[in-house]
Nanobody, 125 residues
Framework: QVHPVESGGGLVQPGGSLRLSCAAS????????VGWFRQAPGKEREFVAA??????GYADSVKGRATISRDNAKDTIYLQINSLQPEDTAVYYC????????????????????WGQGTQVTVSS
């Protein structure tokens, strides 16, 4: 089993930046991939970004503001989001599928079997 662990959330002012971290097996995000999702109060969990090997994907809501990257030596992937706005406020989750999935399905929460506990990001002045 895989147990992703997120960190790096917090309170940030509008226009600021945050870098979230997800600790997971290096083998995992090279061969199977890792996704980031977020869930705001009263809303559905939504896709943010995904990485698998050299493939990267972003939701339209963060495209141009977010960068997903990995550090194989640290078994960690990162999600950097710039120009944060109040609508980015949510609990951010790192997730790993049980096996290799069609790349386009990495946008869908039901493709993932292992989830972290989440890290809160609050954007407010």
């Amino acid at each position: 089993q895989v147990h992703p662990v997120e960190s790096g959330g917090g309170l940030v002012q509008p226009g600021g930046s945050l870098r979230l971290s997800c600790a997971a097996s290096g083998r995992t995000f090279n061969s199977i991939g890792v996704g980031w999702f977020r869930q705001a109060p009263g809303k559905e969990r939504e896709f943010v970004a995904a990485i698998r090997g050299g493939s990267l994907g972003y939701a339209d809501s963060v495209k141009g503001r977010a960068t997903i990257s990995r550090d194989n030596a640290k078994d960690t992937i990162y999600l950097q989001i710039n120009s944060l706005q109040p609508e980015d406020t949510a609990v951010y989750y790192c997730a790993v599928p049980a096996g290799r999935k069609v790349w386009s399905s990495m946008w869908v929460a039901t493709s993932y079997e292992y989830w972290g506990q989440g890290t809160q990001v609050t954007v407010s002045s």
